[in-house]
């Protein structure tokens, strides 16, 4: 069992940063595919940002490429998402999810708020 724990999100001016963290335990990070997802107000849960365990390529949602990165620290077991240029619509609650062929564990959340 994968336990994930989000931290970072908070309430930041559009065009400002921040920086989730994704710390895991139960197994290593180099062993699982590692995604970010976001749920905003009255919206499903969407996919935001990736990466493979097996190539360490990240993959993105349209609507954050080349605003956020994803990446991860082995030596800490976490997983990072730098969130830059951030606007209105990237409110939501984001998730950490880790797993193998499908997202099988899941994080409590971190809530990030842009405001204008």
């Known amino acids: 069992q994968v336990q994930l724990v989000e931290s970072g999100g908070g309430l930041v001016q559009a065009g400002g940063s921040l920086r989730l963290s994704c710390a895991a335990s139960g197994h290593t990070i180099d062993e699982l595919n590692m995604a970010w997802f976001r749920q905003a107000p009255g919206k499903e849960r969407e996919f935001t940002a990736g990466i493979s365990w097996s190539d360490s390529r990240p993959t993105y949602a349209d609507s954050v490429k080349g605003r956020f990165t994803i990446s991860r620290v082995s030596a800490k077991n976490t997983v990072y998402l730098q969130m830059n240029s951030l606007n209105s619509e990237d409110t939501a609650v984001y998730y950490c999810?880790?797993?193998?062929?499908?997202?099988?564990?899941w994080g409590q959340g971190t809530q990030v708020t842009v405001s204008s």
């Open positions: 999810a880790a797993g193998w062929n499908q997202y099988s564990s």
